[in-house]
Protein backbone atom coordinates (compact mmCIF):
# COMPACT_ATOMS: atom_id res chain seq x y z
CA UNK A 1 0.00 0.00 0.00
CA UNK A 2 2.73 2.32 1.04
CA UNK A 3 4.84 1.41 -2.29
CA UNK A 4 1.68 2.08 -4.60
CA UNK A 5 1.25 5.62 -2.55
CA UNK A 6 5.41 6.39 -2.76
CA UNK A 7 4.69 5.65 -6.78
CA UNK A 8 2.03 7.93 -6.74
CA UNK A 9 3.30 10.45 -4.87
CA UNK A 10 6.64 10.00 -7.61
CA UNK A 11 4.81 10.07 -11.25
CA UNK A 12 3.10 13.41 -9.63
CA UNK A 13 5.92 14.91 -8.49
CA UNK A 14 7.59 14.19 -12.12
CA UNK A 15 4.85 15.78 -14.04
CA UNK A 16 4.89 19.08 -11.90
CA UNK A 17 8.24 19.36 -12.84
CA UNK A 18 7.97 18.60 -16.68
CA UNK A 19 4.97 20.63 -17.32
CA UNK A 20 6.64 24.38 -17.46
CA UNK A 21 9.37 22.90 -19.46
CA UNK A 22 6.88 21.16 -21.97
CA UNK A 23 4.40 24.48 -21.79
CA UNK A 24 8.33 26.78 -22.56
CA UNK A 25 9.14 24.14 -25.60
CA UNK A 26 5.39 25.08 -27.38
CA UNK A 27 5.44 28.85 -26.70
CA UNK A 28 8.69 28.83 -28.83
CA UNK A 29 7.52 26.89 -31.66
CA UNK A 30 6.79 28.87 -34.57
CA UNK A 31 3.91 27.71 -37.35
CA UNK A 32 6.50 26.29 -40.40
CA UNK A 33 5.00 26.14 -43.87
CA UNK A 34 4.16 22.19 -45.00
CA UNK A 35 4.79 20.85 -48.08
CA UNK A 36 2.23 19.56 -50.50
CA UNK A 37 3.22 15.62 -49.66
CA UNK A 38 2.54 16.53 -45.26
CA UNK A 39 0.40 15.27 -43.59
CA UNK A 40 -0.54 17.86 -41.49
CA UNK A 41 -0.16 21.65 -41.76
CA UNK A 42 -0.07 24.61 -39.30
CA UNK A 43 -2.64 27.50 -39.82
CA UNK A 44 -1.45 30.98 -38.67
CA UNK A 45 -5.14 33.17 -36.85
CA UNK A 46 -6.30 35.86 -39.59
CA UNK A 47 -6.60 38.43 -37.32
CA UNK A 48 -2.58 38.70 -36.91
CA UNK A 49 -2.79 39.24 -40.37
CA UNK A 50 -5.84 41.50 -40.38
CA UNK A 51 -3.76 43.61 -37.70
CA UNK A 52 -0.66 44.42 -39.77
CA UNK A 53 -0.81 47.39 -42.03
CA UNK A 54 -0.30 47.41 -46.01
CA UNK A 55 2.95 49.45 -46.71
CA UNK A 56 3.07 51.02 -50.02
CA UNK A 57 5.67 49.55 -52.32
CA UNK A 58 8.57 51.73 -52.87
CA UNK A 59 8.08 52.92 -56.31
CA UNK A 60 4.39 54.12 -55.82
CA UNK A 61 6.13 56.44 -53.00
CA UNK A 62 9.09 57.55 -55.15
CA UNK A 63 8.27 57.47 -59.05
CA UNK A 64 11.81 56.64 -60.41
CA UNK A 65 10.58 55.61 -63.52
CA UNK A 66 9.01 59.01 -64.29
CA UNK A 67 12.13 61.10 -62.78
CA UNK A 68 14.13 59.05 -64.95
CA UNK A 69 12.38 60.26 -68.02
CA UNK A 70 12.52 63.15 -66.90
CA UNK A 71 16.23 63.55 -67.02
CA UNK A 72 16.26 62.00 -70.62
CA UNK A 73 13.86 64.60 -71.68
CA UNK A 74 15.16 67.77 -70.32
CA UNK A 75 19.26 66.77 -70.42
CA UNK A 76 19.26 67.57 -74.29
CA UNK A 77 17.87 71.42 -73.39
CA UNK A 78 19.98 72.16 -70.61
CA UNK A 79 23.58 74.07 -71.05
CA UNK A 80 26.50 74.54 -68.70
CA UNK A 81 27.97 78.00 -69.04
CA UNK A 82 31.66 78.95 -69.09
CA UNK A 83 32.49 82.18 -68.55
CA UNK A 84 35.41 84.31 -68.72
CA UNK A 85 35.70 88.01 -67.20
CA UNK A 86 38.96 90.18 -68.29
CA UNK A 87 40.03 91.97 -65.30
CA UNK A 88 41.45 95.60 -65.89
CA UNK A 89 43.35 98.17 -64.33
CA UNK A 90 43.08 102.15 -65.74
CA UNK A 91 45.60 103.46 -68.19
CA UNK A 92 48.32 105.57 -65.86
CA UNK A 93 50.51 107.75 -67.92
CA UNK A 94 53.33 106.70 -65.73
CA UNK A 95 52.72 103.06 -65.84
CA UNK A 96 53.56 102.21 -69.92
CA UNK A 97 54.14 99.35 -71.84
CA UNK A 98 57.99 98.17 -71.88
CA UNK A 99 60.16 100.27 -74.79
CA UNK A 100 56.41 102.22 -75.13
CA UNK A 101 57.17 105.81 -75.70
CA UNK A 102 54.54 108.56 -73.33
CA UNK A 103 52.91 109.48 -77.03
CA UNK A 104 52.32 106.05 -77.96
CA UNK A 105 50.47 105.43 -74.12
CA UNK A 106 48.27 108.51 -74.94
CA UNK A 107 47.48 107.84 -78.32
CA UNK A 108 46.21 103.79 -77.28
CA UNK A 109 44.23 105.87 -74.39
CA UNK A 110 42.30 107.75 -77.50
CA UNK A 111 41.53 104.97 -78.84
CA UNK A 112 39.60 103.23 -76.03
CA UNK A 113 42.55 101.16 -75.06
CA UNK A 114 43.05 102.51 -71.95
CA UNK A 115 42.92 100.13 -69.52
CA UNK A 116 45.22 96.89 -69.30
CA UNK A 117 44.20 92.91 -69.01
CA UNK A 118 45.87 92.08 -66.06
CA UNK A 119 44.09 88.37 -65.46
CA UNK A 120 41.36 86.65 -66.64
CA UNK A 121 38.70 85.16 -64.30
CA UNK A 122 36.51 81.97 -64.98
CA UNK A 123 32.96 81.21 -63.93
CA UNK A 124 30.16 78.78 -64.18
CA UNK A 125 26.51 78.65 -64.44
CA UNK A 126 23.95 76.69 -66.21
CA UNK A 127 21.38 77.87 -68.44
CA UNK A 128 18.18 76.23 -70.59
CA UNK A 129 17.20 76.16 -74.36
CA UNK A 130 14.11 77.48 -74.67
CA UNK A 131 14.03 77.80 -78.95
CA UNK A 132 15.45 75.27 -81.39
CA UNK A 133 17.11 78.68 -83.12
CA UNK A 134 19.72 78.84 -80.36
CA UNK A 135 17.85 80.75 -77.77
CA UNK A 136 18.68 80.12 -73.73
CA UNK A 137 17.39 81.61 -70.67
CA UNK A 138 19.95 82.18 -67.85
CA UNK A 139 20.49 84.46 -64.70
CA UNK A 140 21.63 88.16 -65.59
CA UNK A 141 24.51 87.32 -62.70
CA UNK A 142 25.84 84.90 -64.55
CA UNK A 143 26.71 86.63 -67.52
CA UNK A 144 26.64 90.22 -66.48
CA UNK A 145 30.58 91.11 -66.21
CA UNK A 146 31.41 88.08 -68.77
CA UNK A 147 33.75 88.99 -72.25
CA UNK A 148 33.49 85.46 -73.46
CA UNK A 149 30.24 82.78 -72.93
CA UNK A 150 30.80 79.08 -73.83
CA UNK A 151 27.89 76.85 -73.70
CA UNK A 152 28.50 73.29 -73.28
CA UNK A 153 26.01 71.08 -74.33
CA UNK A 154 25.04 67.67 -72.47
CA UNK A 155 26.38 65.48 -75.44
CA UNK A 156 29.83 67.37 -74.90
CA UNK A 157 29.71 70.09 -77.76
CA UNK A 158 30.45 73.28 -77.06
CA UNK A 159 29.27 76.89 -78.57
CA UNK A 160 30.05 80.14 -78.44
CA UNK A 161 27.05 82.23 -77.11
CA UNK A 162 26.06 86.23 -76.97
CA UNK A 163 23.70 88.00 -74.69
CA UNK A 164 21.14 88.91 -77.23
CA UNK A 165 19.20 91.12 -74.19
CA UNK A 166 19.16 91.24 -70.24
CA UNK A 167 17.11 92.40 -67.47
CA UNK A 168 19.09 93.26 -64.24
CA UNK A 169 15.51 93.97 -62.38
CA UNK A 170 14.74 90.50 -62.55
CA UNK A 171 17.76 88.80 -62.64
CA UNK A 172 17.43 87.55 -66.49
CA UNK A 173 19.27 86.98 -69.53
CA UNK A 174 18.45 85.35 -72.97
CA UNK A 175 21.22 83.94 -74.83
CA UNK A 176 21.99 82.70 -78.75
CA UNK A 177 23.81 79.86 -79.16
CA UNK A 178 26.55 80.57 -81.68
CA UNK A 179 26.22 76.95 -83.98
CA UNK A 180 23.82 75.43 -86.78
CA UNK A 181 20.59 75.23 -85.33
CA UNK A 182 18.48 73.64 -85.03
CA UNK A 183 19.02 72.61 -80.93
CA UNK A 184 16.60 70.81 -78.71
CA UNK A 185 14.84 72.78 -76.73
CA UNK A 186 12.71 72.48 -73.56
CA UNK A 187 8.62 72.46 -73.07
CA UNK A 188 7.72 75.60 -70.95
CA UNK A 189 4.91 75.02 -68.63
CA UNK A 190 2.36 77.65 -66.78
CA UNK A 191 3.76 78.40 -63.59
CA UNK A 192 0.72 79.96 -62.60
CA UNK A 193 -0.57 77.08 -61.77
CA UNK A 194 1.87 75.65 -59.07
CA UNK A 195 1.40 74.07 -55.65
CA UNK A 196 2.81 73.87 -52.50
CA UNK A 197 4.07 70.30 -52.42
CA UNK A 198 4.23 69.00 -55.97
CA UNK A 199 7.18 67.26 -57.37
CA UNK A 200 10.03 69.51 -58.45
CA UNK A 201 13.83 68.95 -60.28
CA UNK A 202 16.51 71.20 -59.99
CA UNK A 203 19.04 70.90 -63.44
CA UNK A 204 22.11 72.44 -63.87
CA UNK A 205 25.87 72.48 -63.26
CA UNK A 206 26.33 72.72 -59.42
CA UNK A 207 30.42 73.38 -58.54
CA UNK A 208 30.61 73.04 -62.01
CA UNK A 209 29.30 69.00 -62.35
CA UNK A 210 27.26 69.38 -65.18
CA UNK A 211 24.02 67.73 -65.70
CA UNK A 212 22.94 67.44 -62.45
CA UNK A 213 19.96 66.51 -61.10
CA UNK A 214 17.96 66.95 -57.90
CA UNK A 215 14.63 66.13 -56.67
CA UNK A 216 12.52 67.91 -53.84
CA UNK A 217 8.87 70.23 -54.12
CA UNK A 218 7.58 72.84 -54.60
CA UNK A 219 7.78 74.61 -51.04
CA UNK A 220 6.09 77.78 -51.57
CA UNK A 221 4.78 80.34 -54.61
CA UNK A 222 4.91 84.10 -54.48
CA UNK A 223 8.08 84.51 -52.00
CA UNK A 224 9.11 87.92 -52.09
CA UNK A 225 10.69 90.57 -49.65
CA UNK A 226 14.10 88.99 -49.73
CA UNK A 227 16.04 91.43 -51.02
CA UNK A 228 17.64 89.43 -53.56
CA UNK A 229 16.20 91.26 -57.03
CA UNK A 230 13.71 94.26 -57.69
CA UNK A 231 10.75 92.41 -58.99
CA UNK A 232 10.33 89.42 -56.74
CA UNK A 233 7.98 86.91 -57.20
CA UNK A 234 9.78 83.50 -56.65
CA UNK A 235 9.33 79.92 -56.07
CA UNK A 236 10.81 77.84 -53.39
CA UNK A 237 12.00 74.90 -53.54
CA UNK A 238 13.63 72.38 -51.40
CA UNK A 239 15.51 70.63 -54.58
CA UNK A 240 18.97 71.21 -54.14
CA UNK A 241 20.43 74.25 -55.34
CA UNK A 242 24.41 75.22 -54.91
CA UNK A 243 26.80 78.17 -56.64
CA UNK A 244 26.68 76.91 -60.36
CA UNK A 245 22.85 75.98 -60.40
CA UNK A 246 21.77 79.47 -61.58
CA UNK A 247 20.42 80.11 -64.47
CA UNK A 248 19.32 76.54 -64.72
CA UNK A 249 15.48 75.07 -64.99
CA UNK A 250 13.41 73.87 -62.51
CA UNK A 251 11.42 71.37 -64.23
CA UNK A 252 7.25 69.35 -62.91
CA UNK A 253 6.43 65.99 -63.30
CA UNK A 254 5.58 66.53 -67.04
CA UNK A 255 9.36 67.78 -67.90
CA UNK A 256 8.17 71.23 -68.62
CA UNK A 257 10.46 73.89 -67.66
CA UNK A 258 8.47 75.87 -64.32
CA UNK A 259 11.19 78.09 -63.35
CA UNK A 260 14.96 79.58 -63.61
CA UNK A 261 17.26 78.28 -60.87
CA UNK A 262 18.26 81.88 -58.89
CA UNK A 263 18.95 81.99 -55.79
CA UNK A 264 19.85 80.13 -52.09
CA UNK A 265 19.30 81.33 -48.73
CA UNK A 266 22.58 81.20 -47.47
CA UNK A 267 21.47 81.01 -43.87
CA UNK A 268 19.58 77.98 -44.37
CA UNK A 269 19.33 74.49 -45.69
CA UNK A 270 17.28 73.25 -48.37
CA UNK A 271 15.65 76.98 -48.86
CA UNK A 272 16.35 77.77 -52.91
CA UNK A 273 14.52 80.05 -55.25
CA UNK A 274 13.56 80.01 -58.88
CA UNK A 275 11.91 82.72 -61.22
CA UNK A 276 8.71 81.62 -62.56
CA UNK A 277 8.78 80.94 -66.50
CA UNK A 278 5.66 82.79 -66.78
CA UNK A 279 8.04 85.95 -65.98
CA UNK A 280 10.83 84.48 -67.97
CA UNK A 281 8.58 83.53 -71.05
CA UNK A 282 7.70 87.42 -71.17
CA UNK A 283 11.06 88.49 -70.74
CA UNK A 284 11.85 86.35 -73.72
CA UNK A 285 9.15 86.96 -75.91
CA UNK A 286 9.94 90.92 -75.81
CA UNK A 287 13.54 90.29 -76.47
CA UNK A 288 12.88 88.13 -79.34
CA UNK A 289 10.25 90.37 -80.87
CA UNK A 290 12.57 92.55 -82.44
CA UNK A 291 14.34 89.00 -83.95
CA UNK A 292 11.92 87.52 -85.61
CA UNK A 293 11.90 83.94 -85.86
CA UNK A 294 10.82 81.41 -88.76
CA UNK A 295 10.52 77.82 -87.94
CA UNK A 296 8.74 74.78 -88.90
CA UNK A 297 6.04 73.93 -86.73
CA UNK A 298 3.85 70.85 -85.91
CA UNK A 299 2.00 72.17 -81.85
CA UNK A 300 3.64 68.69 -80.39
CA UNK A 301 5.03 68.60 -77.07
CA UNK A 302 6.62 64.98 -76.47
CA UNK A 303 8.84 63.34 -74.90
CA UNK A 304 11.28 60.30 -74.66
CA UNK A 305 9.13 57.51 -73.13
CA UNK A 306 10.36 53.64 -72.06
CA UNK A 307 9.83 51.36 -74.40
CA UNK A 308 6.46 49.97 -74.80
CA UNK A 309 5.85 46.55 -73.42
CA UNK A 310 5.72 45.30 -76.75
CA UNK A 311 8.71 46.54 -77.67
CA UNK A 312 7.89 49.69 -79.93
CA UNK A 313 10.36 52.42 -78.90
CA UNK A 314 10.37 55.98 -80.40
CA UNK A 315 8.86 59.28 -78.59
CA UNK A 316 5.92 60.05 -76.98
CA UNK A 317 2.91 62.70 -77.88
CA UNK A 318 2.32 64.46 -74.53
CA UNK A 319 -0.39 67.11 -76.32
CA UNK A 320 -1.40 68.79 -79.51
CA UNK A 321 -2.17 72.07 -79.73
CA UNK A 322 -5.80 72.31 -80.94
CA UNK A 323 -6.13 73.52 -84.41
CA UNK A 324 -2.06 73.10 -85.22
CA UNK A 325 -0.52 70.96 -88.23
CA UNK A 326 -0.81 68.03 -85.85
CA UNK A 327 -4.15 68.62 -84.93
CA UNK A 328 -5.90 69.01 -87.94
CA UNK A 329 -3.96 65.50 -89.11
CA UNK A 330 -5.03 63.65 -86.07
CA UNK A 331 -2.10 63.26 -84.51
CA UNK A 332 -3.50 63.10 -80.81
CA UNK A 333 -1.75 63.11 -77.03
CA UNK A 334 -0.23 59.10 -76.19
CA UNK A 335 0.45 58.52 -79.63
CA UNK A 336 4.00 57.05 -80.42
CA UNK A 337 6.21 58.52 -83.05
CA UNK A 338 8.91 55.88 -84.36
CA UNK A 339 9.46 56.90 -87.71
CA UNK A 340 9.18 60.36 -89.61
CA UNK A 341 9.78 59.98 -93.98
CA UNK A 342 10.83 55.96 -93.10
CA UNK A 343 13.57 57.63 -90.77
CA UNK A 344 13.24 56.38 -86.69
CA UNK A 345 13.12 58.78 -84.26
CA UNK A 346 15.21 58.03 -81.06
CA UNK A 347 14.33 61.17 -79.08
CA UNK A 348 12.82 64.02 -78.74
CA UNK A 349 15.82 66.33 -79.91
CA UNK A 350 16.20 64.50 -83.34
CA UNK A 351 12.83 64.25 -84.33
CA UNK A 352 12.77 68.81 -83.37
CA UNK A 353 15.38 68.59 -85.73
CA UNK A 354 14.00 66.65 -88.05
CA UNK A 355 10.85 68.46 -88.31
CA UNK A 356 12.52 71.63 -88.59
CA UNK A 357 15.33 70.82 -91.06
CA UNK A 358 12.65 69.75 -93.36
CA UNK A 359 11.24 73.18 -93.67
CA UNK A 360 7.66 75.34 -93.75
CA UNK A 361 4.83 74.10 -95.84
CA UNK A 362 6.24 70.48 -96.46
CA UNK A 363 4.62 67.05 -96.07
CA UNK A 364 5.76 64.46 -93.37
CA UNK A 365 4.71 61.08 -93.41
CA UNK A 366 4.89 60.19 -89.29
CA UNK A 367 4.60 56.23 -88.53
CA UNK A 368 2.80 56.41 -85.02
CA UNK A 369 2.06 53.32 -82.72
CA UNK A 370 -1.42 53.35 -81.79
CA UNK A 371 -3.36 51.37 -79.84
CA UNK A 372 -1.74 48.24 -80.91
CA UNK A 373 -0.79 48.59 -84.22
CA UNK A 374 1.66 50.85 -86.72
CA UNK A 375 -1.06 53.78 -88.57
CA UNK A 376 0.80 56.30 -90.98
CA UNK A 377 -0.35 59.92 -90.79
CA UNK A 378 0.54 62.65 -93.23
CA UNK A 379 1.41 66.15 -91.78
CA UNK A 380 1.98 69.77 -93.37
CA UNK A 381 4.10 71.87 -91.50
CA UNK A 382 3.64 75.50 -90.78
CA UNK A 383 5.08 78.57 -89.82
CA UNK A 384 5.70 78.90 -86.12
CA UNK A 385 2.61 81.60 -85.20
CA UNK A 386 3.50 84.72 -83.74
CA UNK A 387 3.34 83.64 -79.99
CA UNK A 388 6.96 82.36 -79.58
CA UNK A 389 5.74 80.09 -77.29
CA UNK A 390 2.94 78.31 -76.96
Same mark, same amino acid.
Given at each position: ?????????????????? +??? +??????? *??????????????????????? &????????????????? %????????? $????????????????????? #??????????????????? @??? %????????????????????????? /?? %??????? *?????? /???????? &???? +?????????????????????????????????????????? @?????????????????? #??????????????????? #?? !??? @????????????????????? #?? +???? /? !???????????????? %??????????????? @? $??? $???????????????????????????????????????????????????????????????? =??? =? $???
Amino acid at each position: MFRRVGLVATFLLIGIFL +API +AGCRNAD *DRPTARGAGSSSSVTVPSDRLED &RQTVPAVEILIPRTTFA %QIARTVAPA $VIHLKTIQKLREDWNPFHRRP #NEGFLESWVRRLRGRSKET @VME %QEGIGSGVIIHPAGYALTNHHVVKH /AD %QIQAVLS *DGREFP /ARVVDRDP &RMDL +ALLQLEGEPPFSSADLGDSSQLESGEWAMAVGSPLGLAQTFT @VGVISATGRSHLGITSRE #NFIQTDASINYGNSGGPLV #NI !EAE @VIGINTAIMPTGHGIGFAIPI #NM +ARQF /A !ETALFRHPIKAAWLGI %QAWAGRPDPRGATGV @V $VRS $VQWGSPAWRSGLRAADRVIRIDGMDVTDVGQMQRMIREGGIGVEREFSIFRNGSVEEIRIHTDE =RPA =R $VFP
